[in-house]
């Protein structure tokens, strides 16, 4: 082991200036920077029909995404959940956002929905591995990110607890995205109700391990009050609306009943502007940043050990495997090698069993010729010996012929003898 | 006005009073003493309020759940099926009211075929009737545990009926009475409700199931006006609460959000009103009837044909309807 020198480390002492340098100006030239590049977020939404996710996507933006020409679930037949993603860009104050909303229709439908979170961790999973592809390209120059920064899973209001498919849904995406829990269509908890539900949420929560989105502390004390009072409230409350009505000859946004209108944006009716607030005004940029560092990072670390690469990829693993690369090359080709060996000797065996085989087929139609040889001989003999008695037979009747002809002729000289002797004795 | 011209309607014309009429006062006496029975079903995934608008329904506390049994007790991995039953009596009429309660409906991952223990509860209730009629000494009064009507709660998504509920309706529509109820109705705003019900009314036209009242049970052209009426205003959008708020100097049952109060019995806020006043007060009787007269008899008929025939019937005069 080679021991380095000690060498003092160097201690960073923290110097005043004497004048005025400029370098204050750097977070306004990084400023200028992002707005002049704009900004990409991807917004996830996901949970059953009818618990007004498009509602209050229109209501977050304050955009028309989902118009009533869209067509709603009562209009779409879907046998398996399907993910949509639509692109819109939104620009406020000279700053332009290109916002992506996922859709995820046809989740928790049907009759048996195990496994309906598939397409959605499919859709997860795809959109990192673009960016790593982007990522490890040679030209990086534009690298757009359509990783998915925040999941927003929408609770249904029932007042007791979680359904099992939003637990199983957590559990399975709380390590791949952002997961923002909601309890939607708010307005139908009464105030106590909704205290009760969300602590139920909460409690059902760490039971089962699920990590939600957790705000991050920060520096500064005020806004440390402020995350501590919004962990309070999660998950938060949502009720969505677009439709204009005057209260108290102010215009508001919300539901009118007959009893009432639930304001949207009144933080004693439902937690909207929350959200709002968080989503968007204060956390976007800390959402990418968790989905770049933590979820990116873990997809990637176990997509990349478990790739065989070859020796271009080695390069750019950057440590963490376990192996040195070249040990992993090593351990590759002895796979290889071996499996190669395996093949062969497949091949071999396979060869075997088909040279039995047709050996096997000769030996038997050899002795199907010798059969019907055999059987034709006989038959040949059969007809041979049928043949000799028929001659037999037929020599038999020549030689009776030939014998009755002889005794016929030796009669007929016996006669003519007879004739001549008596006709000698007339003479 | 009077008897005569009452009594002539029927054909030979009476030289007297003679007192036929009081029959119903007979009837009445014997119903008071006798009391009755009224088994009832809840049916919907959890969450929606049935239990309540049950309590709410009988204006006691007859649920399951007020029953001593936990508020957050866990989702059962499978359906099944519990009753509790209560004596209430109002006017002297004593009413034995039995709530068939059915945890853990539509709230699996995969709930494939989880209406079949509600079906084989329904017909082993209709099969303990059958054997007890078929018996060669009867009781007095078969005592009467068949579902004489099943609440189906339906989820207040504002767009469509979901495929469950499609399937269960398809599934027992004929076998007992369903009244298909929009739970939580306070969710939804007028026209959405009013939207949302023709949509509910359309798809289970559309599929062909029927729910109660029935079209081809009604008997002559008042109940079919009655009944058509009441059938353009079903699925009866509710709202239940077990909860008393003061409003104008009235205690109401409602709910009360930050926004208002939300009446239960205010046919302007929602139509439970209508519900009850439809089960109870003027349907209840007919429940019952088409319940004995029409799916036990299928029942019945079914299961004779296909056992050719179980014990002897016996011709032991007349038995005590105990409808």
Known sequence: MIERPETAVPSITQRNLEGYVGFANLPNQVYRKSVKRGFEFT?????????????????????????????????????????????VLIKEGGVQ??????????????????????????????????????????NRRSMPDNR???????????????????????????????????????????????????????????????????????????????????KEKMPLAVVGSNVVIEVNGKKVRGRQYPWGVAEVENGEHCDFTVLRNMLIRTHMQDLKDVTNNVHYENYRSKKLAAVTCNGVDTTKTKGQLTKSPLAQMEEERREHVMKMKKMEAEMEQVFEMKVKEKKQKLKDSEAELERRHEQMKRNLEAQYKDLEEKRR??????????????????????????????????? | ??????????GSTLLGYIGI??????????????????????????????????????????????????????????????????????????????????????????????????????????????????????KKR??????????????????????????????????????PVIAKADT???????????????????????????????DDMEDKSDNDKIRETMPFAVVGSDKEYQVNNKRVLGRKTAWGIVEVENPNHCEFAQLRDFLIRSHLQDLKEVTHNIHYETYRAKRLNDNGGLHPISTNGTHDSNL
């Open chain 1, 148 to 230: 998915v920064h925040c999941c927003l899973y929408f609770i249904a209001p029932s007042g007791h607890g979680l359904k099992p498919l939003d637990i199983e849904f957590m559990k399975r995406l709380h390590d791949k995205v952002n997961v923002i829990p909601l309890i939607a269509k708010a307005d139908t908890l009464t105030p106590e109700e909704c205290q009760l539900f969300k602590k139920q949420i909460m409690k059902e929560i760490q039971e089962h391990k699920i990590k939600i989105y957790e705000f991050p502390d920060t520096e500064d004390d005020e806004d440390n009050k402020l995350i501590r009072k919004i």
């Open chain 2, 21 to 138: 009429d009081t029959i119903i006062e007979q009837m009445r006496k014997k119903t008071m003493k006798t009391g009755f029975e009224f088994n009832i079903m809840v049916v919907g995934h959890s969450g929606l309020g049935k239990s309540t608008l049950v309590n709410t329904l009988f204006k006691s506390q007859v649920s399951r759940k007020s029953a001593g049994w936990a508020r957050d007790e866990k989702i059962p991995k499978t359906v099944e099926i519990k009753s509790v039953s209560h004596v209430i009596e109002e006017g002297g009429v004593k009413m034995k009211l039995t709530v068939v309660d059915t945890p853990g409906f539509g709230d699996q991952i995969n709930n494939d075929n989880c209406w079949e223990p509600i079906s084989k509860y329904i017909n082993e209730q209709f099969e303990k009737f059958l054997k007890e009629e078929v018996n060669i000494t009867r």
């Open chain 2, 188 to 218: 939804m705003t007028i026209e959405e409700r009013q939207e949302f019900k023709q949509r509910v009314r359309k798809e289970l036209e559309m599929s062909g199931i029927e729910f109660y009242p029935q079209k081809e049970f009604d």
């Open chain 2, 1 to 10: 006005t009077d008897i005569f011209s009452v009594l002539k309607g029927g």
């Open chain 1, 393 to 427: 037979v037929f020599e038999d009747e020549k030689n009776n012929w030939e014998a009755q002809q002889r005794i016929l002729e030796q009669q007929k000289l016996d006669a003519s003898k007879s004739v001549n002797k008596s006709k000698e004795k007339f003479f």
């Open chain 1, 97 to 138: 956002l290109t916002l992506t909303i996922v859709d995820t229709p046809g989740f928790g439908d049907a009759v048996d929905n195990s496994n309906c979170w598939q397409p959605v961790i499919n859709y997860i999973d795809s959109k990192c591995e673009d960016f790593l592809n982007a990522e490890s390209r040679v």
């Open chain 1, 43 to 87: 917004l996830m939404v996901v949970g059953e029909s009818g618990l007004g996710k498009s509602t209050l996507i229109n209501s977050l933006f304050l955009t028309d995404l989902y118009s009533k020409d869209y067509p709603g679930p009562s209009q779409r037949i879907k046998k398996t959940v399907q993910v949509e993603q639509s692109k």
């Open chain 2, 142 to 179: 078969i005592p009467d545990t068949r579902v004489h009507c099943c609440i189906y709660f339906i989820s207040p998504t504002g767009h469509t009926l979901r495929q469950l509920d499609m399937e269960f309706m398809k599934r027992l529509s004929h076998s007992v009475n369903i009244i």
